[in-house]
């Protein structure tokens, strides 16, 4: 049984920073790219940023120089970290962590999501 369990979200004033973790756990053959989305109500949910086994970054342009997204340098924690810095209101939202992952039981790519952690911009 594959999870993910994310942890970080707060309440922040704007210009502030918070570190978001999502862990994934259980019998994990391979993970190959890690995500964060967001989702404001009202809002459809958005692409914030994703992580590849390589390295590889990308950023929706609307976080792009104040989020960074990075993985645990122990391969074996499999958690990836939001870096999230210069926090604005419209930032405020549920953060969900998505992750494709092949499971030991049969080495084929799922897409797995956290149950969301909530970030609030607020003075």
């Known amino acids: 049984q594959v999870q993910l369990v994310e942890s970080g979200g707060d309440l922040v004033h704007p210009g502030g920073s918070l570190r978001l973790s999502c862990a994934a756990s259980g019998s994990i053959f391979m993970l190959n790219v890690m995500r964060w989305y967001r989702q404001a109500p009202g809002k459809e949910r958005e692409l914030v940023a994703a992580?590849?086994?390589?390295?590889?970054?990308?950023?929706a342009d609307s976080v792009k120089g104040r989020f960074t997204i990075s993985i645990s340098r122990d391969k074996a924690k499999n958690t990836v970290y939001l870096q999230m810095n210069s926090l604005k209101p419209e930032d405020t939202a549920v953060y969900l962590c998505?992750?494709?992952?092949?499971?030991?039981?049969?080495?084929?790519?799922?897409?797995?999501w956290g149950q969301g952690t909530q970030v609030t911009v607020s003075s």
């Open positions: 992580i590849t086994s390589g390295g590889g970054t990308n950023y």
């Open positions: 998505n992750a494709e992952i092949a499971p030991l039981s049969d080495r084929t790519y799922y897409s797995y």
